[in-house]
T-cell receptor, first 115, second 113 residues
Framework: DAKTTQPNSMESNEEEPVHLPCNHS???????IHWYRQLPSQGPEYVIH???SNVNNRMASLAIAEDRKSSTLILHRATLRDAAVYYC????????????????FGKGTKLSVKP | EPEVTQTPSHQVTQMGQEVILRCVPI?????FYWYRQILGQKVEFLVS????????KSEIFDDQFSVERPDGSNFTLKIRSTKLEDSAMYFC???????????FGPGTRLTVT
């Protein structure tokens, strides 16, 4: 699976929007972009995923660049509960013979939210 | 909302002992995974399991590790002879399909002394 690059850490103020960037310049045409987060002392939690178009769900929005070499996870109003490590992960949906569903986690971005 | 559960939440064992970590997947899920996270480090893939057999395993998943789904519900990870370096959080994850990922359990903290 292609590699992603994320800032080590970011800070945000409560109730303000947060834009978490991810670079994936070597993304292939069949790579899905997944975002997970890990709250302190918890397991990873799925946030959102997309392929080409921007995606919205109740947790966040995912903005994907037109060339797909980068994406941004948007938390519209950060809360203290959003303080976590956010992981941007690519997964090749066509690679059924290889990594069948396993996720390759990087170091992610540690998001701090200030009250 | 359905969730993956894991037992025990914390297991302390002596080096060389066998441990079995248990996971109850979400009921209609068909794909099962184990991951581990050593304190302060990245989450690492161990093994994936589908249709009652291992689909893929990482280099970490050596002969000391095994997985099974003995009764069609629980999904277990066994470590035959634990080592100090096996101390970590072990997460079970399940999914309905290859693309439907992402339901992780709360983890079992394994401490090997």
């Amino acid at each position: 699976d292609a590699k992603t690059t994320q800032p080590n850490s970011m800070e945000s103020n409560e109730e303000e929007p947060v834009h978490l960037p991810c670079n994936h310049s070597t993304i292939s045409g069949t790579d899905y972009i997944h975002w997970y987060r890990q709250l302190p002392s918890q397991g990873p939690e799925y946030v959102i995923h997309g392929l080409t178009s921007n995606v919205n769900n109740r947790m966040a929005s995912l903005a994907i660049a037109e060339d797909r070499k980068s994406s941004t996870l948007i938390l519209h109003r950060a809360t203290l509960r959003d303080a976590a490590v956010y992981y941007c992960i690519l997964r090749d949906a066509m690679n059924y013979g290889g990594s069948q569903g396993n996720l390759i986690f990087g170091k992610g971005t540690k998001l701090s939210v200030k009250p | 909302e359905p969730e993956v559960t894991q037992t025990p939440s914390h297991q302390v064992t002596q080096m060389g002992q066998e441990v079995i970590l248990r996971c109850v997947p979400i009921s209609n899920h068909l794909y099962f995974y184990w991951y581990r996270q050593i304190l302060g480090q990245k989450v690492e893939f161990l093994v994936s399991f589908y249709n009652n057999e291992i689909s893929e395993k990482s280099e970490i998943f050596d002969d000391q590790f095994s997985v099974e789904r003995p009764d069609g519900s629980n999904f277990t990870l066994k470590i035959r002879s634990t080592k100090l370096e096996d101390s970590a959080m072990y997460f079970c994850a399940t999914g309905r399909s290859l693309l439907s990922l992402g339901y992780f359990g709360p983890g079992t903290r394994l401490t090997v002394t």
